[in-house]
């Protein structure tokens, strides 16, 4: 099994998390999501599991395909935490099917708001990667399936500003500094001139939490799959640059007010008996921050700090401990969470207590 994108070091090497791709595809024969019975939504999503499953014989453990109701599970909720699924794909009872990667980087979601939705994840700044595989994927299932798509203009999907290439590229970024000065409100005017947008850690409609936000492209239509891509590599270069700015000049200024948080942020996942998702994220957003300026020396866990802040989300909370947790117990089990990853006792191995 390969290595899943957010567990690979390189996540918490730098101010970009991830670079990701999703490609929007819908089946000429059948209508749009909004206009699709229960019988025709079942039909399409078996059509498109044959269509992977013929073309890819060769990697086909690779692969599950999940089809039950993804409504209020929190198996599911989890995988809305970890970016495989929308928030929207467990939102009402029509017929969906997930095809899955072992590794989880590369994911269908049928029937969302689109027939086919696409997305490969990749470590870093590595969209090339991305997109290079999300790519092959959509030639494999091409070769069997007639997608909507018109010589003017390209590919057919739900939303208008899909239409084109179906493309959105977007780049995971933590941006504490630009956040805490209040300059990343200046860069959003700026950047929607270039047709990018910067959006909360789960996409459009969400807010940012820990100082994470996603980059992405708004325009499709008229561009290539290269244009979009090196628009959004060529802003997203300039606010890391200011990120990367300001922390300079932070650490020159107020390098003892920067370590002292930091500090605390640690003594308080490490000690905290109660503890919120905000809160969390925050001190989690601190401590990323720290290790990836050299400030904080103190042992790193045997995970990374994006994956940690993933974690900490309710889905996976309730999940590795008990289902029926209300909100205050859930701030209690996220707390010894927390405090068993950064305690005393650095643990060689992951205790079953807390198997994911």
């Known amino acids: ?57 060769k990697w086909l453990h690779k692969f599950s395909m999940i089809t039950h109701d993804f409504r209020g599970n929190i198996n599911n909720a989890t995988f809305a935490e970890k970016h495989i699924i929308s928030r929207e794909f467990m939102k009402d009872n029509l017929p969906r099917g997930l095809i899955l990667q072992d590794d989880g980087n590369l994911s269908i979601m049928l ?27 959509d030639n494999l ?4 399936l007639d997608f909507a798509f018109d010589k003017d203009y390209g ?26 000065t209040g300059q990343l409100k200046n860069l959003l005017s700026a950047i929607s001139k270039f047709g990018i947008a910067i959006r909360g850690i789960y996409g459009e409609g969400s807010e940012s939490m820990g100082g994470i936000f996603q980059i992405s492209n708004q325009i499709t239509l008229g561009k290539s799959e290269q244009d979009i891509i090196q628009a959004l590599q060529s802003v997203t270069r300039n606010v890391i640059d200011k990120e990367l700015w300001l922390r300079k000049k932070m650490l020159e200024k107020h ?25 969390a994220m925050d001190m989690l957003s601190e401590l990323r921050l720290g290790y990836s300026m050299g400030i904080l020396d103190l042992p790193k866990p045997r995970l990374t700090i994006y994956r940690i802040m993933t974690e900490v989300h309710p889905g996976h ?11 205050t117990e859930q701030d209690e089990a996220r707390a010894e969470y927390l405090r068993y990853l950064f305690g005393e006792e650095q643990h060689e191995e992951e205790s079953d207590d807390f198997d994911m």
């Open 111 to 137: 029937n969302e708001e689109d027939h086919i939705r696409i997305q490969t994840v990749s470590p870093a700044d590595n969209i090339n990667a991305s997109w290079q595989i999300a790519n092959n994927m």
């Open 155 to 180: 590919y057919l999907t739900a939303c208008p500003t899909n239409v084109g290439t179906g493309m959105r590229a977007s780049f995971m970024v933590h941006l504490p500094l630009l956040v805490k």
């Open 255 to 279: 390098e003892l007010d920067i370590s002292n948080n930091i500090h605390r942020a640690y003594g308080i996942l490490r000690y905290s008996r109660r503890i919120s998702l905000k809160e």
């Open 141 to 144: 299932l091409e070769e069997k």
């Open 1 to 57: 099994m390969n290595l899943t994108w957010y567990d690979d070091p390189k996540a918490d090497d730098s101010p970009i998390i991830s670079a990701r791709v999703r490609l929007a595809r819908n089946i000429k024969k059948y209508p749009f999501r909004s206009k699709l019975t229960s019988d025709q939504a079942t039909d399409m999503i078996s059509e498109a599991n044959n269509a992977l499953f013929a073309g890819a014989k």
């Open 317 to 327: 909370i309730l999940q590795m401990f008990d289902p029926k947790l209300t909100e």
